[in-house]
Structures are given as structure tokens and as C-alpha cells.
């Protein structure tokens, strides 16, 4: 059964120079695609979605298109809030949030308080995220808990371990979607840890092309996928 779908969105700058305009644009075109998939995926019956909008290795481009994608970030949560509450989608950041201005983290915070108690589907929006930083952050927090005597060493397993994680209480993914062609056919330090046993779709479309068509496509390769998990 598909539960949780992961998206590496991908090629928004690439649009944006394929079609000759700002790269601002390409962003705005993908943020709206965005919105679209979290449809798509209720309608599925997908009941969690993670989608990587922001890595660790992001932040060594321009300060310009930094600033840019977290002007449309706090645009975008600020303006969907109330149409995440009425479609009851519970909306969460994960992800390094030290480097966040202060207005996001208010921004943030709100749309997570305010989103808290919805079911329909949970979406995660990695932020400043990279797997090998969440499993060092996770293993300083166990590491904590082991000097405070909270917790022994041999009682740590690997459920006591994915307790640590950003992703605590969230099931692993079920299907990784990357877009953005066969030059980029890899994970590129999207959760390592909850994807181990993920099946993976990569789509020749950029970010701001991906279709419903497109989606539809992903869903029935993972459903004609025999999953052993190692039986």
C-alpha cells in the first residue's frame, strides 16, 4: 500500500533558462506544482508527502536567489495556511533551521501550530535539510541522552534511533519521484536512512512540467513493483 511519497523537485533554474527569464520565475512556476501534487496525492489516497524544497548545499548559491526562495516560501505558507486548514493537511519543516531568519521561524511555527490536529495528509517540506546532517544532529541528540543517563547504550536499536530523526512518528518512504532528467538519477542526500527500502521513479520533466499524467505514471510503477523488503 502507498503511503508515503518522497519528491526531489528539480529544475526550476533549468526551466527558467530553457524559456529565458528570471530564475525567480521558474521557482514560483514549481512552488505552484507543489500545491498540485498535494492534491494529486490526497486523491491517491497518499497519506504523507515529503517534499525536498531547500538542502544544506543550497544555501552555497547567490544570496539574491536565497533570498528570493525564502521571500516565496513565507509568501506561499502565510497564503496557503487557510487552504491547508480547509483541506485538512497538517503541514511540518524539517530540516537545520539555525541559518533561518527570525519572520520565518515565526512564519514557520505558525503554520505548524495551526495545521497540528489535521489528517488528511501530512506533508513534510524539508528546509535546510541534508540526511548525513539530520543522522549527525540525531546521533549528538542520542549521545546526549546516553551521557544524561536517560538511556543506555545497549538499549539503543534502530526504533529507539529513528526516534532522534526529524521524521519521528512518520512511516518510511514508499516512493521516491525525482524530476529533472537522466542527468540527476541519484538522491542527492534526501534521507538516506528513510528511504533504504524506497522504490525510485525518475521523470525526464523538469519541476515546474510535472503533470498529473506524469504522477499518475509514478503511482502505477510503483504498484506493478513486487516489493520484497529482503524476503
Not at 41 to 65: D, H, I, Q
Not at 83 to 107: D, N, Q, T, W, Y
Not at 188 to 195: A, C, G, I, K, R
Request: with cysteine.
Amino acid at each position: 500500500m502507498l503511503q508515503h511519497i518522497g519528491v526531489i523537485m528539480d529544475g526550476n533554474r533549468r526551466w527558467a533558462r530553457a524559456h529565458k527569464v528570471e530564475l525567480y520565475m521558474g521557482h514560483n512556476k514549481g512552488a505552484e506544482n507543489f500545491g498540485h501534487v498535494c492534491d494529486w496525492c490526497m486523491g491517491a489516497g497518499v497519506k504523507f508527502l515529503t517534499v525536498y524544497a531547500f538542502s544544506t548545499e543550497n544555501w552555497r548559491r547567490s544570496p539574491k536567489e536565497i533570498e528570493h526562495l525564502f521571500a516565496l516560501l513565507e509568501k506561499y505558507f502565510i497564503e496557503e495556511k487557510a487552504r491547508c486548514i480547509e483541506k485538512g493537511v497538517r503541514a511540518r519543516v524539517i530540516g537545520e533551521r539555525s541559518r533561518f531568519e527570525p519572520r520565518i521561524l515565526r512564519v514557520i511555527d505558525e503554520i505548524e501550530r495551526d495545521t497540528a490536529t489535521l489528517d488528511n495528509l501530512h506533508v513534510q517540506i524539508a528546509l535546510s535539510y541534508g540526511g548525513r546532517d539530520e543522522i549527525v544532529r540525531a546521533a549528538k541528540k542520542l549521545a546526549a541522552d546516553v551521557k544524561g543517563g536517560g538511556i543506555k547504550i545497549d538499549e539503543i536499536t534502530e526504533s529507539i534511533f529513528e526516534k532522534y530523526l526529524d521524521t519521528s512518528g512518520v512511516p518510511d518512504i514508499d516512493l521516491v519521484i525525482r524530476t529533472g532528467g537522466a542527468e540527476n538519477r541519484r538522491l542527492s542526500n534526501f534521507m538516506p536512512w528513510q528511504t533504504a527500502y524506497s522504490e525510485l521513479f525518475f521523470s525526464d520533466l523538469l519541476w515546474p512540467e510535472f503533470s498529473r499524467e506524469e504522477f499518475d505514471r509514478a503511482v502505477k510503477y510503483y504498484e506493478s513493483v513486487k516489493r520484497k523488503l529482503g524476503r
